[in-house]
């Protein structure tokens, strides 16, 4: 599988490997979406794709799941923090962050773990 999803209380990490398809990233929204349900209030979370190797999913699949995003209606406010390294990565990051509009999620984007973790320690 090309993602895992691992949640404690504080952070929902999302950590990509090797090549995404554009299903792959579908079911992603799935998992996502069904994990979300188990909790009052969503945690922050960190999106982390330095170990992505090639992205399948081009715009109309990145609009197809940010779109489902932008309207869901969350039981909060919280933090999206995007690990991309690398200009491919963040090419798609941004992409993602400019259609997922919801004013629910703050999404930035990062080089490193670290830089993402410090933002996310950071309470709005």
Do not use: H
Not at 34 to 57: A, N, Q, Y
Request: negative net charge; glycine residues 4%; proline residues 5%.
């Amino acid at each position: 599988m090309p993602f895992q999803i691992q949640i404690d209380a504080e952070i929902i990490r999302i950590i990509f490997s090797g090549k995404i398809t554009k299903d792959e990233f579908i079911d992603l929204l799935k998992e996502l979406t069904r994990v979300e349900l188990d909790f009052e209030c969503i945690p922050d979370r960190l999106t982390d794709m330095s170990g992505v190797t090639e992205w399948e999913s081009g715009f109309t699949t990145m609009n197809d799941v940010a779109a489902k995003r932008r309207a869901r209606v969350f039981p909060n406010k919280f933090k999206s923090a995007i690990v991309a390294p690398n200009p491919a990565d963040y090419g798609i990051a941004r992409m993602f962050q400019t259609l997922n509009d919801n004013p629910q999620i703050e999404i930035q984007i990062f080089k490193s773990t670290a830089e993402a973790e410090g933002w996310l320690a950071l309470k709005s």
